[in-house]
């Protein structure tokens, strides 16, 4: 098996609560997977039991070769964990702290200070290195708890919500070191925030109840929405007839449209079909003379995806 | 081994870079001073030797080493840290025991700072320091049992307050389990060689023939196996508590 990181039937129960229902997953090197769900899917316990911080009732993680029931130690040395809400030791500074971190994961002395600056130049911390970590704003600490899950430069990185409570600036940082270190390790991030998963990760699943309910490349979760492939537009000087001309087009399922204001009117024209309608559509537009301020394709609404995967009722 | 030590360091440096270390320390050497010469006695008892100090110590250190156990665990609980230190490469074992002899080298310092009053003693007069030095090795078994007790309890809460209270009760019981008090409790029912077994887990019992100079090893051997069973338990905790 090549995949770095395996997930079989990975099953957490708190009492009579099943928090995550035997999910499974393979993630292979160079992949950077999205963990998706509401909150409350489980995303944080599945986590937390494939890096070897709770016992799974069921089902067992394998990184590299390593179960995680079995020998906890080479599976956390070989992981590099985030975990939710960036914990950290509040009275040390970040160069103590990462100096810990270090010295618990046996990294040579002589490599030490290598790895702890190499780490804090990453993300982007050199100048808060002496300052208490109680002391810093929660974009640093956040990244000062990135800087310990990569100190080791791991094979399997985790991170939950690396980029929650960043401003866009950070946000494109860290969405840029992960681009930058996927090539050779597995990634696993989990959030909420779904423009995210089309930045930074090659694949997403999506889990809600505690299980897997979609497992695709970001583009082909995009595709299941009814978004997908409508064009918009925005247009002035429309005539009465245009909807009805649309709707009269073969390939068109159904138009939305609405003002918004100075004359102009947007249309969202929704194919019948996986087909692409933007040359019929145009050539429909310029034949009744209309104005064309702005008209693109839809990829897909990622959140209107989300929200049906993991609201529909459950069968 | 390794990782133990860095738990250790991080740990005796985290009690430094809060007020707690020079607090404590500072409370710890002024009562220790204060029970001594008053009343202890030291001066009146008109002996060149440092009963009155060690005679006091396990009431001192009934407060005050629950105080200095009670965050070892409770606080990493509290602010999420747990999860961050073990999801190291660290097994329970090493962290509690690292944690453990952080907890016991700063109360070794404190114990350390009483010197002073060795320093007088024998400006004084000419005391037995075989005894002293017995009295010093007594002092900080103790310290360490109370501290494996007091560790064990913070590993059941996140509330450093409970953790303080309870351990401080349990250190109590052991105290007293020489005495009718807790003795009487079971006369009526108990066996008597359940009694007598009561009676022999009695902290005071075991320090006080240290602290006359005689290190018996069957008192030793009381010391380290309450080290022993509550450090085994508070590893079974840490543990347990992650899977719930």
Redesign the interface.
């Known amino acids: 098996m090549s995949d770095l990181l395996r997930v079989i039937g990975l099953t957490k129960k708190?009492g009579d609560f099943t928090a995550v229902d035997g999910i499974d997953f393979s993630v292979a090197r160079g992949e950077v997977l999205g963990f998706l769900g509401p909150n409350g899917a489980g995303k944080t316990t599945a986590m937390?039991m494939v890096?070897?911080?709770?016992?799974p009732t069921g089902g067992t993680a394998i990184v590299d070769g390593f179960d995680v029931r079995t020998h906890p130690?080479?599976v956390?040395?070989k992981?590099g964990?985030l975990?939710e809400?960036a914990?950290?030791?509040?009275?040390?500074t970040p160069r103590?702290f990462l100096t810990?971190?270090a010295?618990?994961?046996?990294i040579d002395r002589s490599d030490r200070d290598k790895a702890i600056d190499s780490a804090a130049d990453r993300i982007n911390i050199q100048h808060v290195m002496h300052q208490?970590i109680g002391t810093l704003s929660k974009g640093y600490k956040r990244r000062v708890g990135i800087a310990?899950a990569i100190l080791h430069n791991p094979d399997v990185l985790i991170l939950d919500e690396p980029t929650d409570g960043l401003d866009p600036n950070q946000k494109h940082e860290v969405r840029k070191l992960i681009n930058e270190m996927a090539s050779d390790k597995v990634i696993v991030i989990s959030t909420h925030i779904l423009e995210e998963v089309d930045v930074v990760c090659s694949r997403a699943i999506v889990i809600a109840n505690g299980r897997v309910v979609a497992d695709g490349k970001p583009q082909e979760l995009e595709a299941r929405s009814s978004f997908h492939n409508a064009v918009s537009v925005r247009v002035s000087g429309v005539p009465d007839s245009l909807t009805d001309k649309l709707l009269a087009l073969p390939m068109v399922e159904k138009v939305e449209s609405s003002e918004i204001g100075d004359g102009q009117v947007s249309l969202t024209v929704f194919p019948r079909g996986p087909v692409n309608i933007l040359e019929t559509v145009s050539e429909c537009l310029k034949e009744l003379a209309v104005t064309v301020e702005q008209i693109h394709v839809e990829r897909g609404k990622m959140d209107e995806v989300f929200r049906n995967i993991t609201t529909s009722p459950k069968s | 081994m390794g990782t133990t030590l860095a738990i250790c360091r991080r740990e005796l440096r985290a009690y430094f870079t809060t007020p707690l270390a020079y607090v404590f320390i500072v409370i710890f050497v002024a009562m220790n001073g204060a029970t001594a010469f008053f009343f202890g006695g030291l001066f009146d008892r008109g002996q060149a030797d440092m009963t009155s100090l060690f005679s006091m110590l396990p009431w001192l250190y009934l407060f005050l080493i629950p105080a200095v156990a009670m965050r070892l665990w409770a606080e990493e609980r509290k602010s999420g840290t747990l999860e961050l230190l073990m999801t190291l490469p660290v097994s329970t074992t090493s962290a509690v025991f690292g944690k453990f002899l952080a907890a016991w080298v700063f109360s070794g310092i404190a114990l350390s700072l009483t010197f002073p009053v060795w320093v007088t003693v024998n400006w004084l007069g000419n005391p037995d320091n075989g005894i002293i030095l017995a009295s010093y090795i007594g002092g900080l078994l103790m310290a360490g049992s109370y501290l494996a007790i007091g560790g064990f309890v913070s590993a059941l809460t996140k509330n450093q307050v409970i953790a303080f209270v309870v351990g401080a009760a349990v250190i109590f019981l052991f105290m007293m389990s020489s005495l009718d008090l807790i003795l009487a409790a079971f006369r009526g029912w108990a066996p008597v060689f359940l009694v007598e077994v009561i009676q022999s887990l009695s902290f005071l019992v075991h320090y006080d023939s240290i602290v006359r100079g005689v290190i018996d090893l069957r008192d030793l051997v009381f010391y380290f196996s309450i080290m022993g069973v509550f450090l085994f338990a508070n590893v079974v905790v840490v543990d347990q508590k992650r899977g719930a």
């Open positions: 708190f937390r890096t070897g911080f709770l016992p130690i080479e956390k040395r992981v964990y975990p809400g914990p950290l030791y509040d009275d040390m103590e810990f971190v010295d618990v994961r046996n208490p310990q």
